[in-house]
Nanobody, 125 residues
Framework: QVQLVESGGGLVQVGDSLRLSCAASGRTFSGYTLGWFRQAPGKEREFVAGIRRNDGGAYYADSVKGRFTISRDNAKNTVYLQMNSLNPEDTALYYC??????????????????WGQGTQVTVSS
């Protein structure tokens, strides 16, 4: 089992950058595929980015591709989301999630077993 704690959210201006962090407990962090999701008020939770456990392959939603970068540091049990060129449409509660499943779709929230509490990102115009 793993516990996830996000940090790094805040209020920023259009065009600014933020780096979100998600620290995980447990000694098998490297065995988890990790994802970032977000949920804006009145909208469903959506996939933002994911990084596979085996080869570190990264996947992104079209809306953030080229602006966001997901990375992981297995030694620090931490996954990051570097967010650049932020715009008001990026405003949401951001969650990190972990999956140890053998078969999954990295873009589906149902693939993940563990979730953090979320960190708020607000982009002001």
């Amino acid at each position: 089992q793993v516990q996830l704690v996000e940090s790094g959210g805040g209020l920023v201006q259009v065009g600014d950058s933020l780096r979100l962090s998600c620290a995980a407990s447990g000694r098998t962090f490297s065995g988890y595929t990790l994802g970032w999701f977000r949920q804006a008020p009145g909208k469903e939770r959506e996939f933002v980015a994911g990084i596979r456990r085996n080869d570190g392959g990264a996947y992104y939603a079209d809306s953030v591709k080229g602006r966001f970068t997901i990375s992981r540091d297995n030694a620090k049990n931490t996954v990051y989301l570097q967010m650049n060129s932020l715009n008001p449409e990026d405003t949401a509660l951001y969650y990190c999630a972990a999956s140890s499943r053998a078969y999954y779709n990295i873009r589906y929230s149902s693939s993940y077993d563990y979730w953090g509490q979320g960190t708020q990102v607000t982009v002001s115009s």
